[in-house]
């Protein structure tokens, strides 16, 4: 993997379902009556997770908890967002000495600016000028007034895997972040094109996935990719 060579092995995972994610997939479903924002009072960092994802949080635990002794984190890194914290948090009570969990701002969530709350509706109608700047850029590139675009992202977390592989060689690192934070992981580590990034955007990273790459030759090689078999278990389906 491009600019980790000392992890022994590296777990990503996404945010357990936050009450944001519930209210953007209630905005998508309104067919009848398009809305144009969906009503959030937190601000992004303060959004926290829903029953269900606190349910999700602690089927990641028992996944963690289920790796032989010597595959298991011996350090965690998370997003200060709350629903990356709460889900790292949540996740780490299933370990018997579960490592210090530690914060990295350069794992949060793309800044979304002035976009921010807006359903793609909501973009066409108040941001017309944007809408038709988006399309032309290509998601990868486009950058919203105020916020980030994927490739500000992929800069930042290139910082924090070289930091990450300096403060913690030979060890077996767990990053609680978001979905964003999961693709262009991949897109370092496979060292993607533009083009075969977003086709991989295209599938929904899962919260609660699992993705790993372990050491193998002496270079980190993928093993799983947003697993969410762990999320089957009957604690997990008697969610609401």
Not at 21 to 49: F, K, S, Y
Not at 196 to 217: D, I, L
Request: proline letters at 7%.
């Amino acid at each position: 993997m491009s600019g980790v060579r000392n992890l022994e092995s590296l777990i990503l995972t996404r945010h357990g379902e936050s009450v944001g994610n519930v209210a953007h997939q209630v905005a998508r479903e309104a067919l009848g009556d398009p809305t144009e924002r969906v009503d959030i009072p937190e601000r992004d960092a303060d959004v926290p997770l829903s029953e269900r994802g606190r349910l999700q949080a602690a089927a990641l635990g028992r996944r963690l908890a289920a790796l032989p002794p010597d595959e298991r984190p011996t350090a965690v890194v998370a997003s200060p967002y709350l629903r990356a914290l709460d889900t790292a948090t949540i996740a780490l009570t299933a370990l018997a000495h579960p490592p210090r969990l530690e914060i990295d701002e350069r794992f949060r969530d793309r800044e979304t600016g002035v976009l921010h709350g807006l359903t793609a509706h909501g973009v066409r109608v108040r941001y017309p000028e944007e809408d038709e700047r988006r399309a032309r850029l290509g998601k990868y590139y486009y950058r919203p007034p105020g916020g980030e675009s994927w490739a500000d992202v992929l800069l930042r977390l290139r910082s924090a895997y070289n930091d990450l592989d300096l403060d913690h060689p030979g060890e077996r690192v767990l990053v609680v972040a978001h979905d964003v934070v999961v693709v262009l992981t991949r897109h370092i580590a496979e060292r993607l094109s533009e083009a075969e990034a977003m086709e991989v955007e295209r599938t929904p990273v899962g919260n609660c996935s699992f993705t790993r790459w372990v050491r193998r030759g002496g270079l980190l090689r993928p093993a799983e990719y947003n697993d969410t078999a762990h999320l089957s278990e009957p604690a997990e389906s008697a969610a609401p």
